[in-house]
C-alpha cells in the first residue's frame, strides 16, 4: 500500500522521462558533433528551376524545388548548374524522387542517366527514389536538365535538395541531417527483432501463447522500418534498392493490423477487445487484397495509399475516442503508461495526417518548410516508444517487488521470526515427506529451554526473548554439515533432526558442553538450562515420526524432572 500511495501519476513519470530523452538527445547530438559520426562531404546545388506540365495541358514555373504536388502523368522539368569546380572525379548528383521515371542529361541532349524505367518494364513500383548520376569533370560549371514523369501515385512531393557528393559517399547520402535517426530507429529496429525472437522462444519454452508481445514487438518493428525508409535510411542500411525504394509503403499497410491487436489485448472488457479485434481484422485484409492486386495483378499498391491512409485515419480517431471518453476501465500501472503514450502517439499522428493534408493547400514557402522541419511521425514513434521504456521499467519494478513479497511470504511461512529457525510448519511437511520413506534413518532431539516463565514474570519479556533465540542459536551450532536442521516447535520448545543415527551420542555430548559453557559464562540473571530427549528411526521400522517425536518428547520430560528432582 505503501509504494502505491508514493507512486507518482503516469503523467507525472511520462513527463520526467521526455525530459531525460530529450537529455539524452542532447548528449546524442554532442556525441556525432564532436567525433563527427556521419559527416559527409557533399555540395549544395540552390541554382534551380522548374518548369511543371500537368497531365491536363496547364502550365507553371517555380524557381526552386517548392512547388506543388503531382500526380500520375504530371512532369517536371529541372533545370539546374553543377557547380564550376569539381575537385574530385567521379562526383556523383544525388537527389530524391517519388514514384517517377527520371532521366539526367546535358543542355546538349546527352544522356548521364535514367531511373525508374527498369522497374516500370518488370511492371515493378518505382516507390521512394535515391538516385545518384556520375557528373563527367568536363561538366563542371554547366547546366543539366531533370525530366520527371510521375509514373503512379498522387498527390507526390517532389521537393529535394541537390548535392554533388565524391563516388566513396554517395550512399551516405541520406545520412545529411538523419544521423540522429539513424542511431534511433535503427538501435529500435534491432531490439525489436531480438524481443521478438526471444517471444518466439518463450512461447516455445513456457507453451503460452503471449499476442501482446508477439503484437508489440512487431508494431515497434514496423514504426522503426518506417521512420527509416521514409527518410531513405534503408540505402545506407542495404543494397537492396527494390526494398528501399518499396518498404515504406508496404509497412503502412501492415503497421496498424500490430497496433490495433496490441490496442485489443490491453482492454479487460469484452466489447472494446472485439472492436480493436475487427479493426486489426479489416487491416488484415486489406493488406492481404492489397498484396494481391500489387503482385499478382500489377497493380501497384501505391495507388491506394491515400485510401489506406484515410481509413487508418478514421480508426485512429475511432481509437482516439475510445480511450479518451468511453473505455475508460482501471488498469496495471504500466498498462496505463502505455495507453496514456499511444493516446498521445495517435493524437500526434493525426497531427500528422491532417498536415499533410494542408499542404496540399497552397502555402507560404517559409510555412512550408516549417512544417517539413516539425516531423509529427517520428514525434508520435519517440513518443510511443518512451511510454514503452516506462511501462517496462515500472513492469520489472513490480515484478521485482512482487518477487521479494513472495519470498518473503514463503520465508515467514516457513519461519520463526523470533529466532530465524524453521518453524513447525516446516518441521511437519517434512515428517510428512519423510513417512512416505520407511526405509529412511533419522534422529530427533526433543529441546526445552527451563525457566523460561521465571524469566518472563522476573525479568520481563525481553530477557525471556534473549533466552529463546540464545537458546536457538546454540543448538543450530551442533547440527551436522552431513544433513539435519533446527526448528521451534512452539513456546520453549525446540526440534532437532539428524540424518545420521549414528552421531546422536555426539550431538548429545555437543549440547550438553554447549549449555553447561552458556550457563557457566552467567549471561543471563537466573541458571540456564536446557532439557532434551532424543528418539531414533532405524531403516525398516513402522514408526511414524509422529511416534519418534513423541517418544523423544517423554524423554525430554523425564529429564527435566530428574534436574528439578536433583535441585
Request: aromatic share 12%; proline share 2%; glycine share 6%.
Amino acid at each position: 500500500m505503501k509504494s502505491q500511495m508514493e507512486r507518482p501519476s503516469v503523467r507525472g513519470v511520462f513527463g520526467r522521462l521526455v525530459i531525460f530523452i530529450l537529455l539524452g538527445t542532447c548528449l546524442l547530438e554532442v556525441f556525432i558533433h564532436i567525433t563527427g559520426y556521419g559527416d559527409v562531404d557533399y555540395t549544395n546545388i540552390d541554382d534551380v528551376s522548374v518548369t511543371i506540365k500537368k497531365s491536363n495541358g496547364e502550365k507553371e514555373t517555380a524557381d526552386s524545388m517548392y512547388f506543388d504536388l503531382l500526380a500520375k502523368g504530371d512532369e517536371a522539368t529541372i533545370t539546374l548548374r553543377i557547380p564550376n569546380r569539381i575537385t574530385r572525379e567521379p562526383q556523383y548528383l544525388c537527389f530524391y524522387q517519388y514514384h517517377s521515371l527520371i532521366t539526367v542529361s546535358t543542355k546538349d541532349g546527352v544522356r548521364l542517366g535514367t531511373f525508374g524505367r527498369k522497374e516500370l518494364e518488370a511492371k515493378d513500383m518505382p516507390g521512394n527514389q535515391f538516385c545518384a548520376v556520375n557528373i563527367p569533370k568536363q561538366y563542371a560549371g554547366t547546366y543539366l536538365t531533370i525530366r520527371v514523369l510521375q509514373v503512379e501515385g498522387s498527390h507526390s512531393n517532389h521537393y529535394t535538395q541537390f548535392r554533388m557528393m565524391p563516388a566513396t559517399q554517395v550512399r551516405l547520402y541520406p545520412l545529411i541531417h538523419n544521423k540522429l535517426y539513424l542511431l534511433v530507429f535503427e538501435s529500435t529496429l534491432i531490439m525489436s527483432i531480438f524481443a521478438f525472437l526471444a517471444v518466439l522462444i518463450g512461447q516455445v519454452i513456457h507453451r503460452k501463447w503471449m499476442p501482446m508481445e508477439l503484437s508489440l514487438c512487431l508494431f515497434v518493428f514496423s514504426i522503426s522500418v518506417w521512420q527509416l525508409s521514409s527518410r531513405r535510411l534503408f540505402y545506407v542500411l542495404i543494397r537492396n534498392r527494390r526494398v528501399c525504394a518499396t518498404a515504406q509503403y508496404f509497412i503502412i499497410f501492415f503497421a496498424p493490423i500490430a497496433l490495433f491487436f496490441f490496442l485489443a489485448e490491453l482492454k479487460e472488457e469484452k466489447l472494446p477487445r472485439m472492436i480493436y479485434q475487427a479493426i486489426a481484422c479489416l487491416f488484415t485484409g486489406n493488406c492481404i487484397a492489397n498484396c494481391i492486386l500489387h503482385f499478382g495483378l500489377n497493380d501497384h499498391i501505391i495507388n491506394r495509399e491515400n485510401q489506406m491512409y484515410a481509413l487508418l485515419a478514421a480508426s485512429l480517431v475511432l481509437a482516439l475516442i475510445m480511450e479518451t471518453f468511453i473505455f475508460r476501465e482501471k488498469q496495471d500501472f504500466s498498462i496505463q503508461i502505455i495507453r496514456f503514450g499511444t493516446v498521445l502517439s495517435i493524437g500526434l499522428f493525426l497531427t500528422k495526417l491532417f498536415m499533410d493534408y494542408i499542404r496540399r493547400a497552397s502555402l507560404p514557402e517559409g510555412v512550408y518548410f516549417l512544417l517539413e522541419k516539425i516531423n509529427f511521425a517520428s514525434i508520435a514513434s519517440t513518443t510511443f516508444t518512451i511510454s514503452l521504456v516506462c511501462a517496462l521499467y515500472f513492469k520489472f519494478q513490480k515484478a521485482i517487488e512482487d518477487q521479494i513479497r513472495r519470498e518473503q511470504t514463503e520465508y515467514m511461512a516457513y519461519h520463526d521470526s523470533l529466532t530465524g529457525l524453521y518453524n513447525r510448519t516446516y518441521a511437519e511437511e517434512w515428517f510428512d515427506q519423510i513417512d512416505m520413506h520407511k526405509e529412511k534413518e533419522y534422529a530427533i532431539f526433543f529441546l526445552d529451554a527451563d525457566n523460561l516463565k521465571n524469566a518472563n514474570d522476573s525479568y520481563g519479556h525481553k530477557t525471556g526473548d534473549q533466552l529463546i533465540q540464545t537458546t536457538g542459536s546454540i543448538i543450530r551450532s551442533v547440527v551436522p554439515e552431513n544433513g539435519g536442521f533446527v526448528c521451534r516447535w512452539g513456546g520453549d520448545e525446540f526440534l532437532l533432526l539428524i540424518s545420521d543415527i549414528h552421531k546422536v551420542l555426539e550431538v548429545s555430548e555437543q549440547l550438553n558442553l554447549v549449555f553447561q559453557e552458556t550457563r557457566e559464562a552467567d549471561i543471563f540473571p537466573f541458571c540456564y538450562s536446557v532439557s532434551f530427549g532424543v528418539a531414533t528411526h532405524k531403516a525398516g521400522e513402522s514408526s511414524s515420526s509422529s511416534d519418534v517425536r513423541s517418544l523423544a518428547d517423554q524423554r525430554m520430560y523425564n529429564n527435566k524432572r530428574q534436574k528439578k528432582a536433583v535441585q
